[in-house]
């Protein structure tokens, strides 16, 4: 009895095996043909009628297709003593790579159709509307006039320099209308001579910086309205704040030019140098540099070699006594 069970129980078991392999082939066999008649729909013309959305929808039915195939093969490979054409296979991948491709190459393509665009938009707006976008965003800069007073260069160049030097929508050219618009006095005189042309933009600014952008001058002009504020009227808040006001002016100017020692020393230089005759004022002046602020010691010096040399001109002019004779 227990062989006449066992031999049943086999027996069952073979039948069984034949009847899943041959679903499971059957299985196979679909797949591929699927995949095979997908391939041969998608030519070029197909292709290029599908939009984003129909090409990830079918790039991801492959995908499940061969995950499928895949999974057929490994059970009859697992339940059987059959080896599976070595053809299918090979079939069933070139079809996969096939589609697979086409439907990445496309989706890339559109990709950079769209980047391509958006680039080629960003190069136009900026190219052809930059005007509009940044210069409806703050007021006009109002340029103030430059006369030639060397303490207002520094203000008025570096509005300049902002609003007009910097501006790269405007040519030389109409730079140098707004320059010449915004001088008059001694200012405008300095470049008066020069036609308003491109190449002589240049010219101009480097002829008004020989001119004013002189940091010497500069320092002795603040250091000498200092020394030329109004004495403040007796109990007088409104004269008492003027005097504040335009003294700290002049002091946070200096800050910019020099240290608060050559600041000491150009009061104190200013102070004596208003003492000197005419000559020796003269000869002090000569020796100063545009680009370089004096200091005390300087001056120091200065007065000792000028004692010196005229002791010793006194000394050789001086008649001689009737007992040398």
Not at 183 to 202: C, F, K, R, W
Request: glycine fraction near 2%; charge should be negative.
């Amino acid at each position: 009895m227990a062989t006449k069970n066992t031999s049943s129980s086999s027996s069952n078991e073979a039948d069984k095996v034949p009847s899943n392999f041959s679903l499971c082939f059957k299985k196979v066999a679909s797949i591929n043909k699927q995949l095979e008649d997908i391939n041969n729909r998608l030519t070029a013309d197909e292709i290029n009628n599908l939009d984003e959305a129909d090409l990830s929808v079918r790039l991801e039915y492959v995908e499940k297709l061969n995950q499928n195939f895949e999974q057929s093969v490994s059970f009859l490979e697992e339940t059987s003593d059959v080896d599976m054409d070595d053809t299918i296979r090979s079939n069933f991948m070139t079809s996969y790579f096939e589609v697979t491709a086409k439907l990445k190459r496309k989706l890339g393509a559109n990709t950079n159709q769209r980047a391509a665009f958006r680039s080629s938009t960003l190069r136009q707006f900026s190219v052809d509307e930059p005007v509009t976008v940044r210069k409806t965003r703050l007021p006009e800069l109002r340029i103030p006039q430059f006369s030639g007073s060397y303490t207002e260069w520094p203000a008025f160049f570096a509005m300049f320099s902002t609003a007009i030097a910097s501006d790269m929508d405007l040519s030389n050219l109409e730079k140098f209308q707004h320059l010449k618009t915004s001088l008059t006095g001694a200012a405008l005189d300095t470049i008066s001579s020069l036609e308003p042309t491109d190449s002589n933009y240049e010219k101009a600014i480097d002829l008004l910086k020989n001119r004013f952008d002189n940091k010497l001058l500069l320092f002795q002009t603040h250091i000498k309205e200092i020394f030329g504020l109004h004495s403040v009227d007796k109990n007088s808040a409104l004269s008492l704040r003027q005097l504040s006001d335009k003294l700290n002016a002049h002091v946070r100017a200096l800050d910019t030019i020099c240290s608060k020692e050559q600041m000491a020393d150009g009061l104190l230089i200013y102070l004596i140098t208003s003492k000197l005759d005419l000559q020796s004022l003269a000869k002090w002046e000569e020796h100063l540099h545009n680009d370089k602020l004096p200091s005390w010691d300087s001056l120091s010096s200065f007065l000792d070699r000028r004692c010196r040399m005229l002791e010793n001109l006194e000394s050789s002019i001086k008649p001689k006594s009737p007992n040398h004779q």
